[in-house]
């Protein structure tokens, strides 16, 4: 039972909601993220943070950039059974084209 606690209250932001919403188009860099959410630098990060511990993201680096993405199947259902779709994130990073 936890691991669905956990997964249900890393979805129950919706801070978070915003960043799987991004990651559903594929996997983005942090720089893709934050202003796609349209919160600071270190909010983002945090609740990153949270959705990668609840086993929800995953992430790589790649040099100084960190990549995630969506890591639960379950998470996509969720979203998908709650109509919530997908919102476009530019890449507006140079290193990250």
């Excluded at 100084?64 to 998470?75: D, G, L, P």
Aim: net charge positive; aromatic share 2%; charged share 25%.
């Amino acid at each position: 039972m936890e691991p669905h606690i956990k997964l249900l209250k890393a979805l129950s932001d919706e801070t978070r909601i915003k960043i799987i919403q991004c990651l559903m188009e594929g996997e983005r860099c942090a720089c893709a993220i934050v202003p796609a959410v349209g919160k600071a630098q270190p909010t983002v990060s945090q609740h990153l943070k949270i959705l990668e511990e609840a086993g929800v993201l995953e992430s790589r680096r790649k040099g100084v950039n960190v990549w995630y993405t969506i890591r639960s199947n379950q998470a996509i259902k969720i979203m998908n059974i709650l109509g919530i779709q997908k919102i476009e994130t530019p890449i507006t990073c140079e290193e990250c084209k």
